[in-house]
């Protein structure tokens, strides 16, 4: 059946804008039509061909459909900042107690709820504005690309070229292998032994087969079990789907759909992925946890005890609403959106981009990284070492069978079994010219990691004969193999001998040479493929060695990360005895090796004991990878993996923290938190520094705000009882604590003492608890000497204007004890010359001290009912603010001989 392209007019309308996203059924509809046509017909209806489309028509056909993305829009964007910030449990809280003001009647207090809940939203919309840019920008730095064909012009050859897969439009023809992920919704063009990993979609772990149908047959959904209806459902063996992965074969494909046309874009619109709960997210749900206990206990009974003692019910509830408004670290969200940004480019100085924002803070956090030793503790130039007979002597044979099974992988359908193994194999046949015979490939059998081999099978000179050569792991070529070849000919294998010939392999991995086993067999010609179960009756003929050397930086890294309080644990799939000789070339003593076959023995809890205890895991599969992280994750640590290969995407994703290479397959790059631009373990000690030196900052407005507030409250209650007015204005308060949070919003950019840098931290509520109960009654003794002295000023007269003075002194003190908090607290030394803040911290704390000393002056005291101070007033201030920093710094000494995490 010829190809001819149908007139441009049969195209399909461009995507709806994302107001107006399809829907899935229609979305499944559309693919059903492609699903059940000729393959040929397929690519007349998309105006393609085999051959790939012009680059001219794909420009326009980009401008038609736009970019292959699923992202919102700009509006959507911003109205979902916006939803964000007010749906923050903080906001939430003020935007009652502004609505209980406004019902009481106290406008002036609802009027200033109101202003910061707007400040509130308004920063953390544009700090979450200028995060998503740094994100993105970040995210640009690491392009995910795809293979397309595409041609120049009418009469030019197709050619393969790599296009980054934003820049996919429908009716490209892509080539798709191992670690490859489907770019958009495809239909097959040609296959061979694919098979897909579709969990994103369906949740389901274990790959899918996928198969082309002939170029022009009607696909017969009877054949393979399923009804017409459902050929655009996912199991659909012709149709692959985007953000699928390809975990074994080839293929070759025309783009149906891109963007939020795709099956995935449709599903994207109403059901956003999650991913797990990470340190992070459990650490800032705790800590708002504790702060909200704080505030609904304090805020009660601030109210019961000034009803109870003055009687005064209404002003007692409206001063408690201030006293809760007090205790809501509102721009907590703001501080920690800008300190996670400012991290995050930070850690491009190191070269490793961070993706997804909170990953800064969870590499500060990590304590365990889970790795494959490939890349990071080697230099991942794997070149080959040896090729042998079964006897031990060099066989330019054997290398020469294996250089055979690597060309067809390489040359072959789409490089179908091709990897680094293949690559060093090819590129030493190149340097020592061994030849290699222009044969016919009649089929292939795909690596995998159950199997840990990989065949090709070539039509012989003999008329009738096939040849299958096998190469893999020794283990798993050896069960294959009836015969071995010696000098004198092919000989059965007996027990005696396939023990003697694990033990070569043992003892070549004991010197660090992975050695790969290689078979042949013939097989009689037949009319249908080869599958997994002709890998039977082979001959080993010899094994290939690799080695792929230590980095000479390994052994420095890994003492760096286990100076920042990181432990590294190898998990491979590789030997264990070579994985045992690489770890201590690079100062990792990996003591008892665990392997695979073992770990499916124990429940999640004893592994998890196991894997706390274990250093090396080898001969493991993907699956068990991932749930080595998760079991660590549930003991309590935070977990971190770096990994670059098909099979440690899951594990990526289930670490707290998943790092990869920039090198690494698509997958790999998709599922990772942060990308090294540079493949070693020092980038990864690099970050974590940086991902402390944030969390640390977060630290410090934490611990100062909550122990200033706590301290107020404690100053308030007492006040209630001592005092027959109240301490302080509801108005003010709240004024007060607008001013002081603006101005801790600094701290984000501050300095870092080194010993904060030193082992893995994150949010700790009972720790911060500790830290509010003994610092914050410091606060409470320099407020109760100012309460003594200003009532000393005023003469015991609880006058209108003599109030109006208790007021305003009391207000100058708080802001000036805590501007000199934000110095004394943010760091274990004391402020000086040599150790002080960073010049936006010292900013805010000049803005703070200058409100404090010019607002009783201004025209803002009429409506905040304060008054301008006399001159003893203020000295008298100085003299609290002076017992303060003495009070406050042997506070802070005693804390840190009781707190030795400090």
């Known amino acids: 059946m010829a190809w001819a392209p149908e007139s441009a007019s049969a195209l399909p309308e461009p995507p709806p804008d994302a107001a107006d996203e399809p829907r899935l059924p229609e979305v499944r509809g559309r693919l059903a039509e492609y699903a059940s046509m000729p393959v040929l017909q397929a690519l007349r209806r998309l105006d393609s061909g085999p051959r790939g489309l012009e680059e001219d028509r794909a420009q326009a056909l980009l401008a038609r459909w736009g970019e292959n993305v699923i992202a919102a829009s700009a509006a959507s964007r911003r109205s979902a900042r916006v939803l964000h910030a007010l749906t923050n449990p903080f906001v939430g809280i003020l935007l009652v107690l502004g609505g209980v003001s406004a019902a009481l009647g106290a406008i002036g207090a609802a009027t200033v709820i109101g202003v910061m809940v707007l400040i509130s939203c308004w920063l953390q919309a ?68 694919l098979a897909v990993d579709q969990a994103v979609l369906t949740g389901e772990a274990l790959p899918v087969p996928k198969q082309a149908t002939p170029e022009d047959a009607v696909p017969d959904a009877s054949a393979v079990g399923r009804s017409t209806g459902d050929l655009a459902t996912i199991d659909c063996p012709w149709l692959c789907f985007m953000g699928s992965t390809v975990t074994a074969g080839t293929g070759t494909a025309v783009v149906l759909a891109t963007g939020a046309a795709t099956y995935f874009g449709a599903m994207h619109a109403h059901l956003a992925p999650r991913r797990a709960e990470t340190a992070f997210d459990r650490g800032v749900k705790g800590v708002s946890r504790a702060l909200i206990g ?102 330019p044979q054997v290398v020469r069978w294996a250089v055979l099974n690597s060309a067809i992988a390489a040359h072959g359908d789409a490089m179908i079994l091709f990897n680094e193994l293949d690559e060093a194999l090819l590129a030493y046949a190149d340097q020592m010219s061994v030849p290699v015979d222009d044969v016919t490939t009649v089929d292939v059998v795909a690596f995998d990691s159950t199997r840990r081999r990989s065949s090709v099978v070539v039509r012989a000179d003999r008329l009738g004969t096939d040849i299958m050569i096998t190469k893999g792991a020794v283990e798993q070529v050896l069960e294959c193999c009836t015969r071995m070849r010696r000098q004198d000919g092919d000989v059965p294998l007996t027990p005696a001998d396939r023990q003697r010939l694990s033990d070569v392999g043992d003892r070549y991995a004991a010197d660090g040479v992975r050695l790969l086993a290689v078979a042949i067999a013939d097989k009689p010609v037949r009319p249908r493929g080869y599958g997994r179960g002709d890998e039977r009756d082979l001959t080993l003929i010899g094994f290939v060695g690799f080695r792929d050397r230590p980095r000479e930086s390994a052994a420095a890294a890994v003492q760096s990360l286990a100076a920042r ?102 997958i790999a790059r998709e599922s990772a938190d942060v990308v090294l631009l540079r493949g070693d373990l020092l980038s990864v000690a690099e970050a974590i520094t940086e991902g402390r030196r ?103 007269h609880p006058g209108p204007a003599a109030q109006a003075i208790f007021h305003t002194g009391w207000f100058v003190e708080n802001l000036l004890t805590q501007a000199a908090a934000v110095h004394l607290l943010r760091s274990r030394r004391l402020p000086s010359l040599r150790d002080h803040a960073a010049f936006p911290v010292l900013l805010g704390t000049a803005a703070i001290v200058t409100i404090a000393l010019v607002l009783p002056w201004s025209p803002l005291v009429v409506p905040l009912r304060m008054t301008a101070l006399p001159v003893v007033c203020l000295l008298a201030l100085v003299l609290v603010l002076a017992l303060y920093c003495l009070l406050i710094g042997a506070a802070k000494a005693v804390w840190q001989k009781l707190d030795r995490r400090t």
């Open 694 to 796: 944030t969390f640390a900052n977060i630290k410090k407005y934490l611990e100062i705000t909550i122990s200033s507030n706590f301290g107020n409250v404690l100053s308030m209650l007492a006040a209630s009882v001592l005092l027959p007015f109240l301490p302080m204005l509801p108005l003010q308060i709240l004024v007060q604590n607008l001013c002081f949070d603006l101005c801790l919003l600094p701290l984000a950019f501050d300095h870092v003492d080194q010993r904060a840098l030193r082992r893995p931290r994150t949010f700790d509520s009972a720790r911060l608890t500790r830290f509010v109960l003994w610092l914050g009654p410091v606060n409470t003794l320099a407020d109760l000497t100012a309460f003594g002295i200003l009532l000393h000023i005023t003469g015991h």
């Open 126 to 193: 544009r700090q979450e504005q200028r995060f998503d840019r740094v994100a993105d920008t970040l995210r640009a730095m690491v392009v995910t690309t795809t293979t397309v064909v595409r041609r120049a012009s009418t009469e030019a050859p197709p050619t393969s070229r790599e296009i980054p897969v934003d820049q996919l439009v429908p009716g490209d023809i892509v080539t798709l292998g191992p670690g490859d992920m489907i770019p958009a919704d495809v239909r097959l063009l040609r296959s061979a032994s």
């Open 294 to 395: 704080l505030m609904l206990v304090c805020a009660p009974l601030v109210f019961i005890v000034n009803a109870a003692v003055h009687g005064v019910r209404f002003a007692a509830l409206w001063f408690a609403i201030s006293v809760a408004v007090g205790l809501t670290p509102e721009m907590l969200p703001v501080m920690v959106s800008t300190a996670l940004a400012r991290g995050a480019r930070a850690a491009v100085r190191h070269k490793a981009v961070i993706k997804r924002l909170p990953a800064i803070h969870n590499l500060g956090a990590m304590d365990v990284l889970c790795t494959d030793k490939t890349g990071t503790l080697t230099q991942d130039q794997v070149g080959v070492d040896c090729h042998i007979d079964l006897d031990g002597r060099s066989d």
């Open 565 to 666: 309080g990181v432990a590294v644990k190898v998990l491979t799939g590789d030997h264990p005895l070579v994985a045992a000789r690489i770890c201590r070339d690079a100062g990792i003593d990996p003591g008892r090796i665990v392997l695979g076959d073992d770990i499916d023995a124990y429940g999640d809890a004893e592994l998890g004991d196991l894997a706390d205890q274990t250093t090396v895991f080898a001969r493991i599969d993907p699956e068990q990878k991932a749930r080595i992280v998760r079991v660590l994750r549930a003991a309590g640590r935070t977990v971190g993996f770096l990994g670059d290969g098909v099979n440690d995407s899951p594990a990526l994703r289930d670490a707290d923290v998943g790092i990869t290479v920039d090198g690494a397959v698509a």
